[in-house]
T-cell receptor, first 111, second 113 residues
Framework: GQQLNQSPQSMFIQEGEDVSMNCTSS?????WLWYKQDPGEGPVLLIA?????ELTSNGRLTAQFGITRKDSFLNISASIPSDVGIYFC???????????FGKGTSLLVTP | DAGVTQSPTHLIKTRGQQVTLRCSPK?????VSWYQQALGQGPQFIFQ???????QRGNFPDRFSGHQFPNYSSELNVNALLLGDSALYLC????????????FGPGTRLTVL
């Protein structure tokens, strides 16, 4: 499956700062999902997006489904140490069931 | 409410051997997908099972096969193991027709020596 382009590859920030990351593709997706993965664990679903232009929040996390349907953004406000981990975007095409993943953004937060 | 469970957690095999990994979906889910995650990479889709049939397959060779049982649990089988098969194997379950969100288990770490 096609891998999505996720950026930045890594981020090193201080506690309390806001974080932005994005995901782009050359293909159109019907669904965008954002996951967080801790070392040795499976990905945990954070936010699901189903409509172009949709903006959805989950606590301090906000994600948007790009209007072109080829991109998505995730913002984390007022970061805390437990936000440390790898964040993955995943997209699903209308024609299939598979999730196509990015390579992840590694987030490190210092107290 | 139990989430997705996988067994075993870790496995070490040698080249040429066969392996079977198991997955029980989240309660209420009837669809199981399998992914392979190499170190430093995002998960790669292997296949999805629904109603005991393989509904979609990713770009993986026939050495990778699966099965879904009437209780919706699933197995992933890999034959003739290669060194490159070493990875974290993730199972994800979803409800309805498979279009809903996919929830992942903790994974099985396979090492091929």
């Amino acid at each position: 499956g096609q891998q999505l382009n996720q950026s930045p590859q890594s981020m090193f920030i201080q506690e309390g700062e806001d974080v932005s990351m994005n995901c782009t593709s050359s293909s159109i997706f019907n669904t965008w999902l954002w996951y967080k993965q801790d070392p040795g664990e499976g990905p945990v679903l954070l936010i699901a997006l189903y409509k172009a232009g949709e903006l959805t929040s989950n606590g301090r996390l906000t994600a948007q489904f790009g209007i072109t349907r080829k991109d998505s953004f995730l913002n984390i406000s007022a970061s805390i140490p437990s936000d440390v981990g790898i964040y993955f975007c995943a997209g699903r095409r209308a024609s299939g069931y598979a999730l196509n993943f990015g390579k992840g953004t590694s987030l490190l937060v210092t107290p | 409410d139990a989430g997705v469970t996988q067994s075993p957690t870790h496995l070490i095999k040698t080249r040429g051997q066969q392996v079977t990994l198991r997955c029980s979906p989240k309660s209420g889910h009837d669809t199981v997908s399998w992914y392979q995650q190499a170190l430093g990479q995002g998960p790669q889709f292997i296949f999805q099972y629904y109603e005991e049939e393989e509904r979609q397959r990713g770009n993986f060779p026939d050495r990778f096969s699966g099965h879904q049982f009437p209780n919706y649990s699933s197995e992933l089988n890999v034959n003739a193991l290669l060194l490159g098969d070493s990875a974290l194997y993730l199972c994800a379950s979803s409800g309805g027709q498979g279009y809903n969100e996919q929830f992942f288990g903790p994974g099985t770490r396979l090492t091929v020596l």
